[in-house]
Nanobody, 120 residues
Framework: VQLQASGGGLVQAGGSLRLSCAASGRTFGNYAMGWYRQAPGKQRELVARMTTDGITDYADSVKGRFTISRDNAKNTVYLQMNGLKAEDTAVYYC???????????????WGQGTQVTVSS
């Protein structure tokens, strides 16, 4: 599966962005998908996850502000980010998401991420 994230940018604190991630491959709908982020000097972290059944899970730091969704017909996963904070600044990636793997260490291929910068 090849992944291409887009939609990042520079936004003021309190603002919103919507990220998109287009995936290639016919088996997209068979996998739980997640959004990860990596800030400079920090480990990559899973911030949002959605199963094939539509069940969602969020990191405590984004709960109530971020919403993950997916369109299997378009092989696309989205991340709506509201109430952005300076600490949300990071490069955001999408990939499959496995339980117990909050850093995405199970996956070697990550595709291009998208930079989100929040000014305070």
């Amino acid at each position: 599966v090849q992944l291409q994230a887009s939609g990042g940018g520079l936004v003021q604190a309190g603002g919103s962005l919507r990220l998109s991630c287009a995936a290639s491959g016919r088996t997209f709908g068979n996998y739980a998908m997640g959004w990860y982020r990596q800030a400079p000097g920090k480990q990559r972290e899973l911030v949002a996850r959605m199963t094939t059944d539509g069940i969602t899970d969020y990191a405590d730091s984004v709960k109530g502000r971020f919403t993950i969704s997916r369109d299997n017909a378009k092989n696309t996963v989205y991340l709506q980010m509201n109430g952005l904070k300076a600490e949300d600044t990071a490069v955001y990636y999408c990939n499959r998401a496995l339980l117990g793997d909050s850093e995405g260490r199970s996956f070697s291929s990550w595709g291009q991420g998208t930079q989100v910068t929040v000014s305070s």
